[in-house]
């Protein structure tokens, strides 16, 4: 086989084995962008590209492919979760944000594609106004966590790759 060939033939199988593999996908809402950069009394001074990279060593070290999108806007948060359904997403970490309070379109579309998801939220939104007491997104998770911080991510990330692995 020549070098170009068997070149071509490794490329393949990396591609392959990154299709074969789960992916989770971990959704931020309005304004988490802002995550370590604002307010760090209330949400810490990790950023969201830090979150990422926690996760995606985690996610990795056991076979599974992790993406990450952040959005303001709720219709380009449903696209997103329209096109996890074509592409085989097999699980959804979300903090829809104060989308989480306001939303009846995202929880919609997450029920529509049937994707099992773990709704977070860095900050204890039962200690905070009356406003952020309900979430929608909460009847149809397979479970919220809410106050830990940012450890959140890694422990709903925990979880689904719990689920993934014993499916
Ligand atoms: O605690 C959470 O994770 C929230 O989902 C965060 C939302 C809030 O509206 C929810 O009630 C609870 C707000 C996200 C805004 O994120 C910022 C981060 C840094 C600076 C400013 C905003």
């Known amino acids: 086989m020549s070098k170009s060939t068997s070149n071509k033939t490794r490329a393949g199988n990396d591609n392959q084995e990154r299709s074969r593999r ?6 931020h809402g309005p304004n988490l962008n802002l995550l370590g950069r604002r307010e760090p009394e209330i949400y810490g001074s990790t950023t969201l590209a830090d979150i990422h990279t926690t996760m995606e060593a985690r996610a990795l070290a056991r076979g599974v492919q992790i993406e990450s999108y952040q959005s303001n806007s709720e219709g380009e948060l ?16 979300i903090n829809p944000g104060a989308y989480s309070h306001t939303s009846i379109a995202i929880p919609d579309a997450l029920r529509g594609v049937a994707i099992p998801y773990i709704e977070v939220h860095i900050s204890n939104i039962h200690a905070r106004e009356a406003f952020r007491h309900h979430s929608h997104f909460s009847a149809s998770a397979t479970g919220v966590i809410c106050g830990l911080g940012v450890q959140g991510y890694e422990l709903a990330l925990d979880a689904a790759l719990a689920r993934l692995v014993h499916a």
């Open 78 to 93: 449903i696209d997103r979760v329209q096109a996890a359904a074509t592409e085989g997403i097999e699980f959804i970490i």
């Open 22 to 27: 789960a992916r989770i996908l971990v959704l």
